[in-house]
Nanobody, 125 residues
């Protein structure tokens, strides 16, 4: 069982930055691929970024590539999402998620067994 708690959301102006954190419980954090997803009002949940459990390889959605950076600190059981040059279309509730191992379909939320409660990010124009 893994419990995830996100923090770091808030209100920021367009062009600004935020760093989200997701703290995980348990002693096997390094066994999990970690992902960030987001859901805007009236829209479906979408994949944002993912970092593998072993070598820290990363993937991003096209909409955030070049602006967001996912990273992890296995010693602290924490995954981060650094978000730069935020735009109003980035406004959403952001969720971190954990998948045991290395799912091939890493961009599908169905492959993540554990989810945080979400943190709101609002970007004003």
């Amino acid at each position: 069982q893994v419990q995830l708690v996100e923090s770091g959301g808030g209100l920021v102006q367009a062009g600004g930055s935020l760093r989200l954190s997701c703290a995980a419980s348990g002693r096997t954090f390094s066994s999990y691929t970690m992902g960030w997803f987001r859901q805007a009002p009236g829209k479906e949940r979408e994949f944002v970024a993912r970092i593998s459990r072993s070598y820290g390889s990363t993937y991003y959605s096209d909409s955030v590539k070049g602006r967001f950076t996912i990273s992890r600190d296995n010693a602290k059981n924490t995954v981060y999402l650094q978000m730069n040059n935020l735009q109003p279309e980035d406004t959403a509730v952001y969720y971190c998620a954990a998948a045991y191992g290395d799912p091939l379909i890493y961009y599908s939320g169905n492959n993540y067994a554990y989810w945080g409660q979400g943190t709101q990010v609002t970007v004003s124009s």
